[in-house]
Structures are given as C-alpha cells and as structure tokens.
C-alpha cells in the first residue's frame, strides 16, 4: 500500500471515531440533550422539539460555532417543512428558542438569505421564501434536502445531473489533464481499490470524492469546475439507494481504473463511456430496517 493510502485510510478512520483530522468529511447523528427545555420559552408550533437548542453535539464531534450550527438546524427546519413557506422568523424568537445571541442569529439569517431561504424586508421582517426562490445548487441545500422529505427526489435529481455533466468532463479531462493531477487520480484509484478490499466505506467514500472533484476541476471548462462542490455533495449524501461509483467494489474500482488509464492516454471516448457505466451500475438497496438511521452532516464554516 502506497504511504498515501495508508495516510487517507488512517485519516478516515480516525475521523470515524470522532477525532477530528484535516480536509473532514465525516458526519455524525444529533446528540440527546440532557435534561429539558427552559419554560416560557416561545412555543414553536409543528417544530420538533430535540431541535430547540444548537450546540447539541455528541462529545468527541468537531465544532463549527454556535453560528454555524444555527444555520444548519434552521436551514433543515425550513428544507424539511418545518417551517413553511411564508413563515416569519423574529430574531428575538429565535435567539431564546436557540439560546444564541441577537448577533448569532442575525448573521445566521443573512447566510440562509443568502442562500435563497430566508428574505427580509423593511417592515415585514424575515419570512421563509417558497422552494422556488431557493438557491438549489447550493451544497448545503443539496445535504439538508437529502435528509429530509424530499431525499428520494434529492437523489435521482443528483444522479440525472451526474449523469449529465461528469461523462462530459471525462471526456474534456482527456485533453487537459497534467502528469501530477494524472498520479494524484490514480493514487485515489489506489486509495479506493485497498478500502474496497478491506470494507473502509469511509476511506473509499472520501478517495472518491476527491477523484470526481478533481476530474471535474481538470476539464477546461470553468463551469464544469463550478458544478465540482454539487457532485461532491452529492456523493456525501446517504439515505436511500447508490450508485455503483458511490458503493466500495470490483466493478466501481475497476471503472475508476479504467478511467484513469483513457486520460493518461488522450482516450476521451472511453473515459466518457466508463463514466457512463459507472454511474448506471444498478445500485443496491439499504438493509431494511435502517430507513430511519440517517446521520447529519456537520455544519460547514460560513
């Protein structure tokens, strides 16, 4: 095994095991709070009540602030319907509900108005915006939706985008690739052939996403580049069926092979058609009974 294998591999799992290590990609479920919630606090109608509180991680989990996190819980309320189309959100509401600060929940805001959540308006205040307003390439929108309602929607509309644009870059990246991208790609096939073996989901999982990541960013085309965080999105996702580039195997690690080896030699025809067969490997189905068990992508730095 290559010291680059080894290095990713002991990264993943560490990473597993709750401690944090660099370029983390792990996530991990809400934590039970003790005790419960402070009286006379402002009810929220409908609002699930294990998401009245941020900072509500298990010990070990790496933090983001109270502000990122904030963002991620009402970010998941409003994707999941929790909290409707035209609801209004008063900071001071929200600051007690989250026992955050007024700034805490002002910055927060700005980032979900951002992102085509939330808008505020001169005397009508901060109102959840419809779905048609949201900004649906955002990576965040893409994480929270597939943890919510829509996720089997969520995830066919992610493998129909794949399927569009990433045999495409394949085929670009033919013409374009550098000898140091070419050996990053192939230790990524490496990586990915020595977690499949050893049943290292996580290290296979990460070692994949960079090698999409970089296939993208190597195509020559800038928004081809631009789509790279929306396809790793879309392989962090969980819940619901995979494709075979997602699950660890023979036929995925030796499609990612095959790729490597068409852009080493100039082949774009068949770097776009194992492209093409990797993302139509008929997927499996998740072990019955884990239709509940999905975890919860930590909050990203904003």
Known sequence: MSTLA??????????????????????????????????????????EPDMSRVGRRASGSRGRG?????????????????????????????GQRFEVSRTVVRESLRVLEA????????NVGTRVRPVSDWNLLDPDIIEWRAFGPQRDDQRRE????????????????????????????????EIMAHAAAQGDALTFTRADVEFHTLLL???????LEHLSGIVSSALHVSGGSVTGCERPGDTSVGLHQR???????????????AMRELLAVPA???AAGNGDSHVVPAPREH
């Not at 644009?165 to 230790?187: F, K, M, T």
């Not at 960013?217 to 928004?223: C, L, T, Y």
């Not at 082949?267 to 058609?273: K, M, N, R, W």
């Open 6 to 47: 080894h290095s990713m591999m002991t990264a993943a799992r560490s990473a597993d095991s709750g401690i944090a290590g660099p370029g983390e990609l792990d996530r991990y479920s809400y934590a039970e709070a003790p005790g419960a919630d402070r009286p006379g606090l402002p009810s929220w109608e409908g609002v």
């Open 158 to 189: 992610l493998l129909e985008l794949r399927w569009t644009i990433e045999p495409l870059a394949a085929r670009l990246a033919a013409g374009h690739g550098r000898e140091d991208v070419q050996q990053r790609l192939a230790d990524m096939a």
């Open 66 to 94: 109270l502000h990122g996190q904030l963002v991620q819980q009402l970010g998941q309320m409003i994707v999941s319907g929790d909290l409707g189309a035209d609801r209004p959100l008063v900071p001071e509401e929200i």
């Open 259 to 273: 790729i490597v080896e068409a852009l080493a030699e100039g082949d774009g025809g068949t770097a776009e058609a």
């Open 115 to 122: 992102k085509g959540l939330v808008s505020a308006r001169p």
């Open 284 to 286: 499996e189905q998740p």
């Open 217 to 223: 960013q190597i195509a020559g085309n800038k928004m």
